[in-house]
């Protein structure tokens, strides 16, 4: 006789360890991104179903299609403003629908031509940091063994897109026919024309950033020292905090900024979105850039997170806030948690090779 158990076993073992990174990256994504921001509630909190589906496959299939290409962290950024432009301009079309923004029409401040332009640039770089590079970041790091491994194969993409497509239909039929009308009636209709537009954007960005290589995947690494990781996440917690008063600019009344032109934040926006970025850049080439880092800077941007999110809630049932802070408390816990244990792993590892 035969004992197949621990063949049965090994390949189990091996389906899951092959599984778990696809869902962790998944689950995280729409956490991150809408839990913790407080959009999604303890009373809504069903809506972290359809929102993986969302988030989660298109950071699933962003992430598989650049370590294909070989290509490193700035085209997963470019993807991921691709995939933001297309949540924001045809799956829920927010930053195209005025009642969104009281007052409506040209008495929200920012609104010109048919768009929220404050709110879509605050947007696109909320989801494109939030939904796809923080959580591919923080799975790769959390299931080390699998960092530089492909997870899909391309029956895995095939299915993965399908997914994506069927949900980001049912999501924009639920906010339309549904989300939507809290915010008051309306017969107004985003114009066609608006999101071709935005469908050719993504086409155009999503072809640019796959043709040209950008840089390659690995940066050279060289003799600067990154700073410690506390200062690194006390800056990630600075720079996104101050991004989500750059998301509620699209919502204060016009009156209390009278004689401030739209356009003035935007360009600090851009500003700060570039200094951002070559800070960033600049210590994650250093030589001496570490998961360590990597886990800090995750932990200081997520934590701007719940604190921008608070404003979400307040207004909102006792359930509710105390929903988000207990989300709160717990996403804290488990990144300590982290913290911790990855402290240890370093330490053991240098034991390992001092031996």
């Known amino acids: 006789?035969?004992?197949?158990?621990?063949?049965r076993s090994t390949s189990l073992k091996s389906r899951w360890g092959n599984a778990?990174?696809?869902?962790?990256?998944?689950?995280?994504?729409?956490?991150?991104?809408?839990?913790?921001?407080?959009?999604v509630r303890l009373s809504n909190i069903w809506l972290l179903v359809p929102e993986m589906a969302v988030y989660g496959f298109a950071a699933l299939l962003i992430r598989e299609v650049v370590r294909r290409k070989g290509r490193g962290w700035g085209t997963i950024l470019l993807l991921g403003i691709a995939f933001a432009i297309a949540e924001e301009c045809?799956?829920?079309q927010t930053s195209l629908t005025p009642q969104f923004f009281p007052p409506a029409f040209d008495k929200s401040f920012g609104w010109a031509y048919g768009v929220q332009w404050i709110?879509?640039?605050a947007i696109l770089w909320y989801e494109s940091v939030y939904a796809v590079v923080l959580p591919i970041y923080l799975t790769e790091m959390f299931i080390p063994s699998k960092r530089e491994a492909l997870w899909l194969r391309r029956r895995g993409l095939v299915i993965s897109g399908i997914i994506l497509v069927l949900a980001s239909i049912g999501v924009w039929q639920l906010w339309t026919h549904g989300g939507l009308a809290k915010y008051g009636p309306s017969t107004y209709q985003v114009p066609p024309l608006y999101i071709v537009a935005a469908l050719m954007v993504i086409a155009a960005l999503v072809t640019c950033t796959l043709a040209?290589?950008?840089?390659?995947?690995?940066s050279k690494k060289n003799s600067r020292r990154a700073p410690a990781p506390w200062l690194v996440g006390f800056l990630a917690f600075g720079f996104g905090v101050a991004w989500f008063l750059m998301i509620g600019l699209a919502f204060v009344p016009p009156a209390t900024l009278q004689g401030i032109s739209p356009i003035v934040p935007i360009v600090i926006g851009?500003?700060?979105?570039?200094?951002?970025?070559?800070?960033?850049?600049?210590?994650?080439?250093?030589?001496?850039?570490?998961?360590?880092?990597?886990?800090?800077l995750i932990f200081g941007a997520s934590l701007a997170s719940t604190v921008g999110g608070t404003l979400e809630v307040l207004a909102?049932?006792?359930?509710?806030?105390?929903?988000?802070?207990?989300?709160?408390?717990?996403?804290?816990?488990?990144?300590?948690?982290l913290t911790i244990h990855m402290r240890k792993w370093v330490m053991l590892s240098r034991n390992q090779n001092s031996v």
């Not at 990174?21 to 913790?36: A, K, Y």
């Not at 994650?284 to 570490?290: D, L, T, Y």
Request: proline letters at 3%; a positive charge; aromatic letters at 12%.
């Open 212 to 218: 040209f290589r950008l840089s390659s995947r690995h």
């Open 270 to 296: 851009l500003i700060w979105i570039g200094v951002g970025l070559s800070i960033v850049w600049r210590i994650s080439s250093a030589g001496n850039w570490q998961d360590r880092h990597r886990l800090a």
């Open 20 to 39: 778990a990174p696809i869902v962790v990256l998944i689950f995280l994504s729409p956490v991150i991104t809408e839990l913790l921001a407080g959009t």
């Open 316 to 337: 909102d049932a006792p359930i509710d806030i105390i929903g988000k802070y207990g989300f709160d408390l717990i996403a804290v816990g488990l990144f300590i948690w």
């Open 1 to 7: 006789m035969i004992n197949l158990t621990g063949t």
């Open 90 to 92: 045809v799956i829920l």
């Open 119 to 121: 709110y879509l640039l």
